[in-house]
């Protein structure tokens, strides 16, 4: 009896913490990292601010799994998409339209997870995953080398290089609430003449 107990207050546990992440990103989505407090949290959540704190003792710690389990949809879908393709010079195309495309979808959510002032904390997590698509991507430049379609290089060095332009690319349209999607097709073209990717 005691372990049936045992396991109710385990999944009553886990799905308040998961209740809770699910309005922070809400209330990221909509206010960015700045606009969402604890208390807000709490009370989008349906909680007290007390239980928020049982999970996450500091706003720092909630925002990192906050910003965790974002980046890491995020990372999944542009894998996925990536995965849909043959070709390198696909595959990076599916990666800039993916990555791009979702962040103009949700703008504030976008720019809270690549460039607002956060935590530092917080910021450990970006830089985890920027690694991420920096490896993902690397991967397929190693591809291209490998198979001819791309010339000599340093996947690692690109990879990491087209992480941060296209980072950058999407910070100015985000930032400035503009749509942006007419830059997409320009932001393909620059990687695409930046690893070597043949016409």
């Given amino acids: 009896m005691a372990y049936r107990s045992t396991e109710r207050v385990k999944a009553r546990l886990s799905a308040s913490r998961q209740r809770i992440i699910a309005a922070a990103l809400e209330i990221m989505a909509a206010h960015g990292y700045a606009g969402c407090s604890v208390a807000a949290v709490a009370e989008r959540a349906g909680l007290a601010t007390g239980s928020v704190y049982r999970h996450f003792p500091t706003k720092a710690d909630l925002f990192a799994e906050v910003f965790r389990t974002a980046s890491q949809r995020e990372v999944d879908a542009v894998a996925r998409a990536a995965a849909l393709e043959t070709g ?18 949700s703008p504030r959510l976008a720019y809270a997870l690549l460039a607002e002032p956060v935590d530092p904390a917080v910021d450990a997590e970006r830089l985890v995953f920027r690694r991420a698509y920096a490896e993902l991507i690397a991967g397929y430049v190693a591809e291209g080398v490998a198979s001819g379609e791309l010339p000599p290089q340093d996947s690692d060095l690109s990879a990491t290089a087209l992480v941060g332009a296209l980072a950058e690319a999407m910070v100015g349209p985000l930032a400035a609430g503009v749509a942006g999607r007419d830059t997409i097709p320009g932001l393909i073209a620059f990687i695409h003449r930046a690893l070597g990717v043949s016409p």
């Fill in 88 to 105: 390198v010079a696909e595959r990076v195309s599916a990666v800039v339209e993916t990555f791009s495309g979702r962040a103009l979808q």
